[in-house]
């Protein structure tokens, strides 16, 4: 047992003292790691945050086009997680991947885009919610339908309430512009940004403000 | 393709999912590129680290979600193993020092220093075992995942690894 008790016993420690610790560019590395890993298919999903007027938003796309734009939330990883639950974890961070939107959404916000001009992946949705999203999408800039008429162009005249049940679980808003959707009696209605968001949006596009 | 197996006996109560792919590559990278510093040469550890977490992504969807770092680490292990085959195969301009150790052992440990050099002596899963349980201070059980092995038995190459290094210095200290 004399080599239980030597005076090497600290050969661990040497160990750990001696461990390198090799300085890593984590956004080069990942930015790598997402190229092959896009090249490969690997991804479910790639993610960015984006600043806006509207703070900063969550963006998630995948290979079919934008699935997502966020709302900031009190959690910075809450829309993380929440996507990695619906649709799997293999999500990667990829700011390049992003540059359309977030030039499209500088021009809309400075008032000089009136449409956007991206392919978006409906995959978060289903039903009638993507009947009421879809049917939302094409209200033009600047224009209103009320949540009645947005039922009824989605096959369901009488379902107003579920159509802004389904409004409220847009996951694109902006790009696809549930702001657009008023009251019958000219309320504001809801919004999942928040009314002031709602109004702000409406006030951009040149519409009068909603009671 | 890598894929690295549960652990045996590992519980599945209470078991986790995955988290998004981006948390975990940020949160284990700099595990795996400390390990692969003291298996591979500077200038491979980067590249081995690319493969690893690609390697990762591709069984995500298998993953539990249950210690990353180990899992990570047995794939991390066995790409830096793939990384000396691949250069044993190479014609080496080196290979007249002929240096010879346990495949697929590195013929040398990159880094400098007595203790480094003590520990390319050895085979190379005592050596793994040495640097998770000391460099990385991992408990036995997740050393035993990355090992392929138990955990009574990742504390044995431990205690052998150090039983050999305190052996090889008693010796010197004796000639």
Redesign the interface.
Do not use: H, K, M, N
């Given at each position: 047992m004399s080599a239980d008790r030597s005076p090497h016993d600290d050969v661990g420690a040497e160990i750990s003292a001696a461990m390198p610790s090799p300085s890593l560019d984590l956004e080069v590395l990942g930015g790598r790691l997402e190229e092959r890993a896009g090249q490969e298919g690997l991804l479910t999903a790639t993610y960015t945050t984006l600043e806006s007027p509207a703070g900063l938003l969550f963006a998630a796309a995948s290979e079919r086009g934008l699935l997502l734009l966020g709302y900031p939330t009190t959690r910075p990883d809450s829309r993380l997680e929440d996507l990695s639950e619906r649709i799997g974890p293999r999500l990667i961070s990829s700011p390049a991947r992003f540059e359309t939107l977030r030039r499209q959404l500088d021009e809309y916000f400075a008032g000089k885009r009136r449409d956007f001009e991206l392919p978006l992946d409906w995959s978060l949705t289903s039903g009638f919610v993507r009947k009421v999203l879809v049917e939302t999408a094409h209200i033009p800039y600047g224009e209103t339908r009320s949540y009645g008429q947005i039922a009824a162009l989605a096959g369901s005249p009488r379902a107003f309430r579920a159509a802004g049940s389904a409004l409220g679980a847009n996951p694109i808003p902006i790009v696809v512009p549930c702001h657009r959707v008023l009251r019958s009696d000219g309320g504001v209605g809801g919004y999942g940004g928040g009314l002031e968001m709602k109004r702000l949006l409406l006030g951009l596009e040149g519409v009068p403000q909603p009671r | 393709m890598v894929v690295a197996a549960p652990s045996i006996g590992e519980s599945r109560v209470g078991r986790s999912?995955?988290?998004?792919?981006?948390?975990?590559?940020?949160e284990q990278?700099?595990a795996v590129?400390?390990y692969l510093?003291?298996t591979l040469p500077?200038d491979e550890?980067?590249e081995c680290?690319?493969e690893s977490?690609?390697a990762a992504?591709?069984a995500?969807?298998d993953f539990d979600g249950a210690r990353p770092r180990a899992w990570v680490l047995t794939i991390a292990r066995r790409k830096s193993i793939d990384f000396h085959r691949a250069r044993a195969r190479r014609p080496a301009p080196d290979a007249e020092l002929g240096e010879q150790l346990p495949a697929p052992a590195p013929p040398e440990i990159p880094?400098s220093?007595d203790?480094?050099n003590?520990?390319a002596g050895l085979p190379e899963k005592q050596r793994a075992a040495?640097?998770l349980?000391?460099?990385?201070?991992m408990p036995h059980r997740e050393i035993g995942t990355v090992l392929a092995c138990s955990a009574e038995a990742a504390r044995r190459s431990v205690h052998e690894g150090?039983?050999k290094?305190?052996?090889t210095?008693?010796k010197e200290e004796a000639a």
């Open positions: - | 999912r995955p988290q998004p792919f981006q948390l975990f590559f940020e990278a700099g590129a400390r510093s003291t500077a550890v980067e680290l690319q977490f690609l992504l591709r995500y969807d880094l220093g203790i480094w003590e520990v040495l640097v349980r000391f460099g990385l201070d150090l039983r290094l305190r052996q210095r008693l």
